[in-house]
DNA sequence: AAGTTATGTGTAACCGGTTACACATAACAG
DNA sequence: CTGTTATGTGTAACCGGTTACACATAACTT
């Protein structure tokens, strides 16, 4: 491994030196400096960036913490993320907490024990103060609370857009999927779609749904029509169920959207690949993901008067489960 | 922060003893590892990892290195990989090279720099020496070399495994959608179709895609109906083209698979949900990641006599896009 | 011309761990 | 009872960077 004081004996100065070139601070003379480059050149040098963040108790490491990349909302928020702090040259630690707050707890000790220079938290433990005695620039995704940045669609409003969308495209008997309990956003989704329905004049029955993975999707979808089997309108919890729903109904032989209408929550790529393509409400999840790091990125350089809550817009996206004009 | 310092004035000891605690090794009394004990835990003490990195030229992270998150196979990979080196207390760096060079070799950069006990890259710049310096193991995910261990699934095969299944269950005019150029295995792929397909009494046409995003599967999809409207059997290049299809074609009102016979690959979670239901040649992605990360873990624990060439099965799924006997 | 400021460079302390080495004492062997 | 080995602990060097500080010289001031 080539280190400082190789380049420094190469060149003939001293390590300091090397290091004023290296991060283009104090005064250097222009002849100096060109030696120095020469040798760093030379010798194919690259600093250690663990010493760096030794001594400056920060590294260039942004720990990202999520339920699941598996689910197909994750990586796009993932990739917003990536994108834009690596413009500033940051990197990502990354985190599967599957909602479990032991790994959550190990993941945030790994961030501060590796000098994670900020936190993205895209979790449900934020209530338990877990991360309050942290002196780490954190910012929630996808999530949000009093106490901290974070950057969130407004679960609310989505869930009333599709209940509105819902009922002013002619369904009666709506069925409303309820997300996992523990999933905040979900929640919010599903009291929007509530409030709505509670005052349009039509039937609407609940589905509570425990999870959000593939394996059991299609298990909502069935339980779906053997409770409600004369349902004309659902409001899947995600898109996943949406996708599965859809699979469901066509094996029943239902016409979509003419006996059923469908409508999910995120648009995740794959809906407007399903057949019929399934209409939703859009999260802009690389958008967010841009948004949050990009409030991190300000919170760490201390910027002045930041807003410190974004809240992202929801969008109907009209395909064809639900029905048109 | 809490030092060690801080422990061992708290315990009265020396950082050498409190270090030996930490460690368990060297000798260390009965009474002075309690007190010791005793005083890292009230004062809540979590040991800096990048100290320990340095001195060690190690850390406890390993590199990963993906072409695109965003594609719905990799999530799986990455779950299999993170949840296997955490086992071992390893957490990940995450980087997506988006198959550039310069991308690829920036992250190379940063975990060395970072001093990563090992790294698994699935991109495809393998050829181009950038590994051969590093002195860091390396194990490669759906891909190979003779160089360096590897993970991956015999392409060569899935694409026989395809082409059979689709010639044995009566389609005549096949259409073969090739992956792009640069992409190794799905090249391999490609070559394997190929190989049944030239030995068959039918017709076959190539037609080459250049990407596997979401957002051109669709285009892909009506180039192949435009250019070949009368095929009666797709291999499509993965399962996001492979439902790209489903879809376009009962736009196009085409029966499936009575009209048209449809076979993906990779078995993507989405796979099973799409209707009909894909048919498609499995490559079990989140055994692959675990397969990559044990086999890392035992490189860097040098263990004797490792198998570093795995070869995983590849399988036919069959569902509803291909004709039943 | 003397005082002040700007520029250029090196020495050594520091970041928070790990460990080689020195030293002391206890346990054991013959 | 002395020599050897095992056990327990502390001091200080080390990992590879960054930077406070000291010092020297050059460039301005007035």
Redesign the interface.
């Known amino acids: 491994?080539i280190t400082i004081k190789d380049v420094a004996r190469e060149a003939g100065v001293s390590v300091a030196t090397v290091s004023r070139v290296l991060n283009e601070n104090g005064y250097v003379g222009e002849e100096t400096k060109k030696k120095v480059l020469k040798a760093m050149n030379s010798l194919n040098y690259?600093?250690?960036?663990?010493?760096r963040?030794?001594y400056k108790?920060e590294?260039k490491?942004i720990g990202?913490l999520l339920p699941?990349?598996?689910n197909?909302f994750?990586?796009?928020l993932?990739?917003g993320i990536?994108d834009t702090v690596n413009q500033s040259g940051y990197?990502?630690?990354?985190?599967?907490s599957d909602e479990e707050l032991e790994k959550e707890l190990d993941?945030i000790?790994?961030f501060?024990?590796?000098?994670v220079v900020g936190m993205i938290s895209a979790t449900n433990h934020v209530d338990q103060n877990i991360y309050d005695a942290l002196q780490i620039p954190l910012v929630l995704l996808d999530r949000t609370t009093d106490q901290y940045p974070s950057v969130y669609s407004d679960g609310r409003e989505g869930g009333r857009l599709a209940a509105r969308t819902l009922v002013d495209k002619g369904a009666r008997r709506v069925t409303l999927m309820k997300g996992p309990a523990h999933v905040k956003p979900a929640q919010d989704r599903f009291k929007g779609a509530v409030d709505v329905l509670s005052d349009a004049d039509i039937d609407f029955s609940v589905l509570a749904t425990t999870s959000y993975s593939?394996?059991d999707?299609?298990g909502w979808a069935e339980e779906l029509f053997q409770k409600y089997p004369n349902t004309d309108g659902v409001i899947a919890s995600n898109d996943?169920v949406g996708?599965?729903i859809?699979?469901e109904a066509?094996?029943l032989g239902k016409r979509i959207p003419e006996d059923l209408q469908i409508i999910g929550y995120d648009d995740i790529?794959?809906s407007?690949?399903?057949?019929p393509?399934l209409s939703t409400i859009r999260q802009p999840a690389y958008e967010m993901g841009q948004a949050a790091a990009e409030l991190l990125l300000q919170t760490i350089k201390k910027e002045p008067g930041i807003e410190t809550k974004i809240e992202m817009p929801v969008e109907f996206i009209e395909r064809d489960t639900t029905r048109k004009e």
């Open positions: 491994m690259s600093p250690n960036e663990v010493a963040s030794l108790r590294s490491l990202l699941d990349i598996t197909p994750f990586p796009q993932a990739r990536e990197r990502l630690l990354l985190g599967n993941y000790q790994t501060v024990q590796n000098n593939f394996e999707a299609k996943i996708i599965a859809i699979h066509l094996r790529p794959q407007s690949l399903s057949y393509p």
